[in-house]
């Protein structure tokens, strides 16, 4: 009878290749199975690691519920799953959640391999001490209740970590000013780890001005107000 398999939680670079580690390269390559949340995205990553090709099962937020059966079924079988993300560290403000939950419930090994974190990389370079600080995540789609959050976000007197999808940098700048007013200090951290990374510092207004009509994968940082 075969050992029951493994589910790895593998972190991929965020956009330099070179931020793979050797473990996760290692795992990737003994993987029977890769879950991922975009087919094209995980077959790129195999081929620009020089990867065999594996079986690759889609897991997304639409469809994490129903996958979690063939996924137990496979850990059943003996075999190993390395779940990944489309960049960074899975499950953070991605999919993931309910296979873990299902994965761990079942008996079944769960194992984290480290690496790139957009979180980390971008709290890394900051200019003060955020701790504690308070990971809002994406805010809602609907403006009045965005700027509702915002509001609320406010009041908490500490670092607040927002993202959102690389066209509404933009937007999330002129909400962020349009609540907290043009005095508010922040670090926005833009495309990260690609040639054109950027690390933006200052009060709202002026980030605003200088970030324009720009759009790229970014986290922003609101720092504390005393």
Do not use: W
């Not at 979690?68 to 799953?81: F, P, S, Y």
């Not at 207004?205 to 970030?211: A, G, I, P, R």
Request: charge should be neutral; aromatic fraction near 6%.
């Amino acid at each position: 009878m075969a050992s029951s398999g493994i589910l790895y939680i593998v972190a991929t670079p965020i956009g330099n290749m070179q931020d793979i580690t050797l473990r996760a390269i290692e795992v990737l390559k003994n993987a029977d199975v890769i879950l991922c949340e975009e087919r094209r995205e995980g077959t790129t990553l195999l081929k620009r690691l020089n990867i065999a090709s594996k079986e690759i099962l889609q897991v997304n937020e639409h469809n994490e519920k129903q996958m979690q059966q063939e996924v137990l079924v496979h850990l059943a079988m003996g075999k190993n799953i390395a779940m990944i993300s489309d960049c960074g560290t899975p499950v953070f403000a991605d999919p993931g959640a309910e296979i873990i939950k299902t994965v761990s419930q079942a008996g079944f090994s769960v194992v984290p391999i480290p690496g790139v974190s957009s979180l980390m990389a971008a709290l890394s370079i900051l200019d003060f001490r955020a701790e504690p600080f308070y990971f809002a995540g994406f805010l809602p789609r609907q403006e009045n209740e965005r700027l509702k959050a915002l509001l609320r976000l406010k009041q908490l007197k500490i670092a607040v970590v927002l993202m959102d999808t690389p066209y509404r940098l933009g937007r999330m700048l002129q909400d962020v000013l349009k609540t907290l007013g043009d005095k508010q200090r922040i670090t926005l951290a833009f495309n990260l780890t690609l040639p054109d990374e950027k690390i933006y510092r200052g009060e709202i207004k002026s980030v605003l001005e200088q970030v324009g009509v720009r759009k790229g994968e970014f986290i922003l940082i609101l720092h504390p107000n005393p």
